[in-house]
């Protein structure tokens, strides 16, 4: 009687591991297919969405700041803002850890941003002049 359950239960849970692997490899294949198609066609989404996954409006609104224009920001008053906003989402002091960690990512994002649009206009007015390379005269 004791080998019968025993092998019911053996033959259960291998159907179980057997679908949950399947599963899992479906879930692998139709991820890698839409990451192969992302690839070609979202470069444009890539740039709104960084690693933080949020985008620079977003950003924007939590830290309350007006978006980078032409890729400048007062980064003093981003950098007073996310301040003050998370020194008082301390979990410490009775905060949140999510909405730190949200600020924290907003700070990032515009940071990003500007500095992406900081060598875009450093390449930029480099092309204009010409590639000049600094020569060192006493090596």
């Not at 019911?8 to 879930?27: D, P, T, W």
């Not at 297919?33 to 066609?41: E, L």
């Amino acid at each position: 009687m004791a080998h019968r359950i025993i092998t019911q239960v053996v033959i259960v849970g291998s159907r179980v591991l057997g679908r949950a692997f399947v599963e899992a490899y479906r879930q692998a294949s139709a991820s890698s297919k839409h990451a192969q198609q992302g690839g070609r066609a979202g470069t444009e989404a890539l740039k709104n969405f960084t690693s933080s996954g949020l985008t620079l409006d977003e950003a924007c609104k939590i830290l309350n700041v007006r978006p980078p224009q032409g890729g400048k920001a007062n980064m003093e008053d981003v950098m007073a803002r996310f301040k003050r906003l998370f020194d008082n989402n301390d979990p410490k002091n009775g905060g949140s850890f999510y909405l730190q960690s949200k600020i924290l990512r907003a700070r990032e994002r515009i940071e990003t941003e500007v500095r992406e649009a900081e060598e875009a206009a450093e390449e930029e007015s480099e092309r204009k002049e010409g590639w000049k390379p600094k020569v060192y005269k006493d090596r």
